[in-house]
């Protein structure tokens, strides 16, 4: 079975500090993971993915996450908060059935502070 | 690319009114539609999956009478609350997809928040 688990549900950061979100997955197969922010009352964007090629995957805003299959983890990084990364974060791994679901973890709240 | 348009984006409406959800995938062709559900605070939750021109298959606990989901052509899925009742407020997310693989992603609308008064 799959599923991933986001080790922190909220993270408070300064503006122009590093960012780190945690997510550790569960799969029987190698894996496609995502990372998702949601803005308030918006739907989901996505940041970026990774589906077996580079194990350090370069997404959207300076976000980035690297894949470790021996952690089993694909945390999310990014060099310097700013401002308009306060929203909810979403890692989430496909299952690899006939419809390729999505298994989402519970969310990171990130706050961002002056 | 990859944009994916809901409407309507708020309503409110009376009970035992059903409700119409479009969305639409404007820049691609998607061969499989989501429609979550989303509590407060909350993480998504899958109601169904639906691909073109076939019907769509519903996750355990989601009635198919009262949410019925279309996905007429390769741009449009519908989903219609029937007979609402206020336990169906909610905020309601749909994604499309290019593809059967799984390791494409899924991409978002906006969300409707449906008030049921």
């Known amino acids: 079975a799959q599923s991933v688990t986001q080790l922190d549900s909220h993270v408070s950061v300064s503006e122009g500090t590093p960012v780190l979100l945690r997510c550790n997955y569960s799969s029987s197969y190698s894996p496609s993971l995502f990372w998702y922010v949601q803005h308030p009352n918006k739907g989901l964007q996505l940041l970026l993915k990774?589906?077996?090629?580079?194990?350090l995957v370069k997404g959207i805003n300076g976000f980035e996450a690297e894949f470790k299959k021996s952690e089993t983890s694909f945390h999310l990084t990014k060099p310097s908060a700013h401002m308009s990364d306060a929203a909810e974060y979403f890692c989430v791994v496909s299952v690899p059935d006939s419809w390729g679901k999505l298994q989402f973890g519970a969310g990171t709240q990130v706050v961002v502070t002056p | 690319g990859a944009v994916v348009s809901q409407h309507p984006s708020w309503v409110i409406c009376k009970s035992g009114t059903s409700v119409k959800i479009e969305c639409r995938s404007l820049?691609?062709?998607?061969?499989?539609m989501f429609w979550y559900r989303q509590f407060p605070k909350q993480s998504l939750m899958l109601m169904a999956t639906?691909?073109?021109?076939?019907?769509?298959?519903?996750e355990q606990g989601v009635e198919k009478d009262k949410f019925l989901i279309n996905h007429a052509s390769l741009t449009l899925s519908t989903l219609t609350v029937t007979s609402a009742h206020p336990e169906d407020s909610s905020f309601y997310i749909c994604s499309a997809r290019r593809g059967a693989d799984g390791g494409q992603p899924q991409h978002f609308g906006d969300g409707t928040r449906l008030s049921i008064l």
């Open positions: 639906s691909n073109e021109g076939s019907k769509a298959t519903y």
């Open positions: 990774y589906t077996s090629a580079a194990t």
């Open positions: 820049d691609f062709q998607a061969t499989t």
